[in-house]
Nanobody, 125 residues
């Protein structure tokens, strides 16, 4: 069993930066890949970024590439999402997820088996 708790979401203005955190507990954090997803009102949940268990491999959605950075600190059992140059279209609930069956990240929601409760990010224009 893995417990994930996101934090850091809030209201910001377009162009500002924000860092989300996701604290994990319950199993060996360094043994599984992590991902960030988001869901805007009326839309399906979508992949944002993924990171391998070692942190050596990352992947991003085209919509955030160059603006967002995913990282992890295995000593602190935490994964981060640094979001720069935020846009109103980044407004969504952001979720972190763990892929306990593999150390490789994936863009597919169903490949992740544990999810946090989400944190709201709102970007005003």
């Amino acid at each position: 069993q893995v417990q994930l708790v996101e934090s850091g979401g809030r209201l910001v203005q377009a162009g500002e930066s924000l860092r989300l955190s996701c604290a994990a507990s319950g199993r060996t954090f360094s043994s599984y890949a992590m991902g960030w997803f988001r869901q805007a009102p009326g839309k399906e949940r979508e992949f944002v970024a993924g990171i391998s268990r070692s942190g050596g491999s990352t992947r991003y959605a085209d919509s955030v590439k160059g603006r967002f950075t995913i990282s992890r600190d295995n000593a602190k059992n935490t994964v981060y999402l640094q979001m720069n140059s935020l846009k109103p279209e980044d407004t969504a609930v952001y979720y972190c997820a763990s892929r306990s069956s593999s150390g490789l990240h994936s863009t597919t929601l169903s490949d992740y088996d544990y999810w946090g409760q989400g944190t709201q990010v709102t970007v005003s224009s």
